[in-house]
C-alpha cells in the first residue's frame, strides 16, 4: 500500500525562479513526506541557487538542456526512484490535503496507471482552468477537450465534477502516473518539445489497457499560460503539429480518413485565424501540416510498433458539436 513518502513530485522549472517564490511553499506545506524535486531545465537565472538557499529540503536535478517538457522530464526521472510520480507545473499551487485522494485510488486499483486532479484556473478560483479542467477527453479526429472545458468555454465550479471517473487523458499541468508504467512506456515523445505530449503518453497507456483517472476531490490552481502564452504563434504551431503527431501514432485502422479530415478541418480553423487578422497563427497551422508531412515516415514506423484500440474517441466531432451545436458543456 502506497503512503505520501512513495510520491515524487518533480516540478520542471526553466528561468523560472519567479514561479518557484510564489508556489514552491504551498508544495512544500501540503505534501507531507512527499519528495520533493525541482527538476531544471538549463536555466540561466538565479533558479537553481535560490532553491538551493531557500528550500534545502528539495532536491535539484540539473538537466544539461532546455529540452522542453518532453526531454526535460525524460532526463530527470530517470534519476527518480519513487513508485509514485507527480508532473508539476512550476505555476501551481496545491491544496490541503491535495495528495492522499490520490495515492487512495492508486492502492484500490491496480490498473489505474495516471491521475489527475480537480484543476481550477489561480487567477478565477470558482471557474475550471483550461488546461485540464475535470479531465481530459478526445475526439474521433484527435482534437481534446475536458469536462469543464470545451475549446474556449469553460464552465464554473459548482461541485458537478467532485466525482472520480475514468478519463482518456490527465493534464501535464498537474499528471500522477506510476513509475514503472512512465518507463514502460518509454516517457514522453522528445520529439513534441511541450504541448499535447500528455495526451500522446496517455493515448499509448490506453492502447496498452491501463486507465487514466480523475480525482476531483483533490484540488490544485493553476495560473496556465505562464510559461508560453496562449497567443503566441509558436504555440498553436506546436499545439496544431502535435496533435497530428498523436493522430496518426495513435489512432485506430481507418488512419487516413481520420487524418485527411483532421487536416481539413484544421483548414477551417485557419481561416477562421485570418478572418480574425491573426495571419501568423495561419502560418503557425500551415508550418505544423508541413511538419506532418516531413515527419511521416518516422510516425507511421512508431505507429507500427504501437497497439491501437478502436474505441478510443467519447464524441465524434467536437469541432461539430461546439461550432454548429453550439454545445458549451460536457
Request: charged share 20%; hydrophobic share 40%.
Amino acid at each position: 500500500m502506497y503512503e505520501t513518502e512513495d510520491i515524487a513530485v518533480v516540478i520542471l522549472n526553466w528561468n523560472g525562479q519567479d514561479l518557484l517564490e510564489i508556489f514552491l511553499p504551498s508544495v512544500l506545506k501540503y505534501s507531507g513526506d512527499a519528495k520533493i524535486y525541482v527538476a531544471d531545465n538549463a536555466s540561466t537565472d538565479k533558479s537553481v541557487d535560490f532553491v538551493r538557499s531557500y528550500f534545502p529540503s528539495v532536491h535539484v536535478i540539473q538537466n544539461s538542456e532546455n529540452g522542453g517538457y518532453a526531454k526535460g522530464y525524460n532526463d530527470a526521472l530517470q534519476k527518480v526512484t519513487e513508485p509514485l510520480l507527480c508532473l508539476l507545473n512550476s505555476d501551481i499551487e496545491v491544496t490541503n490535503n491535495w495528495l492522499n485522494p490520490i495515492i487512495d485510488v492508486f492502492n484500490a486499483d491496480e490498473n489505474t496507471a495516471i491521475i489527475q486532479p480537480k484543476i481550477l484556473d489561480y487567477k478565477q478560483k470558482t471557474h475550471f482552468e483550461y488546461a485540464g479542467a475535470a479531465g481530459g477527453f478526445i475526439d474521433k479526429y484527435g482534437y481534446p477537450y475536458c469536462r469543464g472545458r470545451i475549446f474556449n468555454a469553460i464552465e464554473e465550479d459548482n461541485s458537478q465534477y467532485n466525482d472520480i471517473k475514468d478519463i482518456f487523458w490527465a493534464s501535464g499541468a498537474c499528471l500522477f502516473i506510476r513509475n514503472s508504467v512512465f518507463k514502460k512506456l518509454k516517457g514522453f515523445d522528445v520529439s513534441y518539445f511541450a504541448h499535447m505530449e500528455e495526451i500522446d503518453l496517455c493515448w499509448r497507456a490506453f492502447n496498452s489497457n491501463y486507465t487514466t483517472k480523475y480525482v476531483g476531490t483533490s484540488t490544485v490552481y493553476h495560473i496556465g499560460g505562464a510559461t508560453l502564452k496562449n497567443s503566441s504563434p509558436k504555440k498553436t504551431y506546436l499545439n496544431f503539429r502535435n496533435s497530428l503527431f498523436t493522430l496518426v501514432k495513435n489512432t485506430d485502422s481507418n488512419l487516413f480518413i481520420r487524418t485527411i479530415i483532421r487536416m481539413l478541418l484544421d483548414g477551417i480553423a485557419g481561416i477562421r485565424f485570418v478572418l480574425q487578422f491573426k495571419p501568423q497563427h495561419f502560418v503557425a497551422i500551415l508550418k505544423a501540416h508541413g511538419s506532418l508531412y516531413l515527419n511521416l515516415g518516422r510516425l507511421i514506423k512508431e505507429r507500427k510498433l504501437l497497439p491501437n484500440r478502436s474505441n478510443y474517441y467519447n464524441t465524434n466531432s467536437i469541432v461539430w458539436s461546439y461550432f454548429i451545436k453550439k454545445r458549451r458543456k460536457f
